[in-house]
């Protein structure tokens, strides 16, 4: 049985006239469904700007979603990232570094 998780989108907008939380707020700008065991954190998300694809931690099962932010569709899942705890998009580069406290040293 596959089970699926939903994701929702927010974005904080801020008034150009405000200053500190004043005049923030969050408004959903998009919700889609994410393969993956049901009960497992999703942390740490990112955004590639030039190629417009939001890439999302999936904790317990260690996979890197990389989701297109014009579709909502999932276009990769990465596998074999145990532990995955933080990420970090290197625009120039155009490569995705992962944290991951469950990775094996080689040997």
Do not use: C
């Amino acid at each position: 049985m596959e089970i699926t998780i939903r994701i929702a989108v927010l974005v904080l907008l801020v008034s150009p006239f405000s200053y500190g939380a004043l005049g923030q707020t969050l408004r959903q700008v998009a919700k889609f469904d994410l393969p993956g065991p049901a009960g497992k954190r999703f942390d740490y998300l990112t955004i590639d700007e030039e190629d417009q694809f939001l890439l999302s931690a999936h904790l317990g099962p260690g996979i890197l979603y990389v989701i297109d932010m014009g579709t909502n569709k999932v276009v990769k899942a990465i596998p074999g990232l145990p532990g995955i705890t933080d990420l970090e998009f290197v625009p120039g580069m155009r490569k995705v570094y992962t944290s991951d406290w469950g990775e094996e040293p080689p040997a």
